[in-house]
């Protein structure tokens, strides 16, 4: 497994390359221009010269291999120098956004503790959540449990976050005055106390994702279970005397994981994307709001980091779920 591990990385380096790419030339040739939120007043010397600041002048093959540099050398230099306290990348130029002139990994350092407070505990109460369903909805097909979940499921996939989430701000914050409606990125968890006013804001956006990402995971749980319940290893168990239990939960449970799997690790990438929509209607200040600020902007250097960290999160989990596959079914083998 070792050997296929570092096989499948060192793949991943012309992938990662060719995306990051296609990442580039796409924004290149995206409509839009950075200096269209420069005043009018503002002299056109003075835009050129505001260009030329921002690297525009320089060809597209210098500008793509100088943020390849930045992003693969001066960023990885700038993370050692803050965790032990060296001095590779001073006076080094950094990715710099052209809205807010700071390096983009430090506005993304920013942003990701409130994504991660939001969108991944959102996706750690959906699996934990989805995966019984489904495994009991399965094994009861057709029961009132079963159907009563087709249906809650049904509702999550077709009722987008935006109507969900303004549905549960008016129900939970303006009627019952149980939630605030706002999502406030400043608080600090010091104390008890501060830790329930996070609980209580966290409720509502938490609950519009995890009715999605529930919906998503019981199904697919639902229809794997299912799928294995009816193979001849699963009745030659009962034929041996084994309990239900170790039946459906030791041997049914182990290879219906290997489809989810799949679907849980490509899906942990989104919880660093953050949830775009959720975080607009909450005003969560995470990733999401941050990348459609960035577009708005014409940012290209923000746009063009976050598109590519998710890439590589894609790629990487990607490796992760693979390598699960073998820990599942002894079946699988990679060397």
Same mark, same amino acid.
């Given at each position: ?8 990385? =060192? ?20 409509? !839009?221009?950075?200096?269209?939120? =420069? ?9 050129? @010269? ?15 291999? @100088? ?6 050398? $001066? ?19 950094? /990715? ?22 939001? #969108? ?6 959906? /699996?934990? $959540?989805?995966?019984?369903?489904? #495994? ?16 809650? *499921? ?12 303004? &549905? ?7 009627? &019952?005055?149980?939630?605030? %409606?706002?999502?406030? *990125? ?22 519009? &994702?995890?009715?999605?990402?529930? %919906? ?33 939960? /030791?041997? /049914?449970?182990?290879? %219906? ?9 490509? !899906?942990?990438?989104?919880?660093? !994307? !953050?949830? $775009? ?5 909450? @005003?969560? +200040? ?11 902007? +014409? ?7 976050? *598109? ?28």
């Amino acid at each position: 497994m070792l050997n296929y591990t570092i096989r499948r990385l =060192v793949l991943a380096v012309p992938t990662l390359l060719f995306i990051s790419l296609v990442i580039f030339m796409l924004l290149e040739l995206a409509p !839009g221009d950075p200096m269209a939120q =420069v005043p009018l007043t503002v002299p056109p010397e003075v835009k050129e @010269k505001m260009r030329e600041a921002l690297g525009l002048g320089q060809p597209a093959h210098i500008r793509f291999f @100088k943020w390849i540099y930045q992003f693969f050398v $001066i960023e990885p230099q700038v993370l050692c120098d803050a965790l032990f306290g060296t001095h590779f990348a001073e006076g080094e130029l950094r /990715v710099i956004s052209w809205q807010t002139r700071s390096p983009v990994m430090d506005i993304v350092v920013q942003r990701l503790p409130q994504t991660l407070w939001v #969108v991944g505990v959102a996706y750690l109460v959906a /699996v934990l $959540i989805a995966l019984p369903i489904g #495994v009991y909805s399965a094994y009861r097909q057709y029961s009132f449990f079963d159907q009563a979940g087709t249906f809650i *499921t049904m509702i999550g996939f077709s009722v987008p976050p935006f109507f969900s989430g303004v &549905l549960v701000i008016v129900i939970f914050s303006v009627q &019952l005055g149980w939630f605030p %409606s706002i999502y406030d *990125t400043t608080h600090k968890v010091t104390d008890w106390e501060s830790f329930m006013v996070q609980l209580k804001q966290m409720v509502m956006p938490v609950m519009v &994702l995890a009715l999605q990402i529930t %919906s998503q995971i019981s199904r697919f749980m639902r229809a794997s279970m299912l799928d294995n319940l009816n193979q001849d290893y699963v009745r030659t168990a009962r034929a041996k005397g084994l309990t239900e239990r170790v039946v459906v939960l /030791v041997h /049914v449970l182990r290879n %219906s994981m290997i489809p989810v799997v799949t679907v849980i690790a490509l !899906g942990i990438p989104q919880i660093f !994307g !953050g949830a $775009i929509i959720t975080e607009q209607v909450f @005003k969560v +200040n995470g990733i999401g709001q941050l990348l459609i600020t960035a577009i708005q902007a +014409n940012d290209l250097p923000m746009v063009q980091t976050l *598109t590519f960290i998710f890439a590589v999160l894609i790629v990487l989990f990607n490796l992760i779920a693979d390598l699960l596959y073998g820990f599942l079914d002894p079946r699988i083998r990679y060397d």
